[in-house]
């Protein structure tokens, strides 16, 4: 479990070179939380309605990037961000 208020369940699974996560957040939401050894791709995503209206993703193509609330499928640069950032920030979106 987490220590933060607004996390109500924390799910983990692993499989082979891929760690997936789902935090159960208040208002119907939850974060989708993905890492894949292999290709090095570590993908956050806020999910509403079954539709990603937030993420931060690093992956070795483009680096550290994140698609905003009002343009979900555009990239934009960011400076790396801890989990914890990540997580704080998706939360507040």
Do not use: K, W
């Amino acid at each position: 479990m987490s220590d933060r208020p607004f996390v109500q369940l924390v799910d983990v699974e692993t499989e082979a070179i891929v760690v997936r996560g789902r935090v159960l957040l208040e208002r119907n939401r939850f974060l989708q939380v993905c890492f894949n050894e292999e290709t090095g791709t570590t993908a956050f995503a806020l999910i509403e309605d079954e539709q990603r209206i937030r993420g931060v993703e690093y992956d070795d193509l483009r680096g550290e990037h994140v698609h905003s609330v009002n343009f979900p499928d555009q990239h934009r640069d960011i400076d790396p961000m801890t989990p914890e950032e990540v997580v704080e920030a998706l939360a507040d979106a």
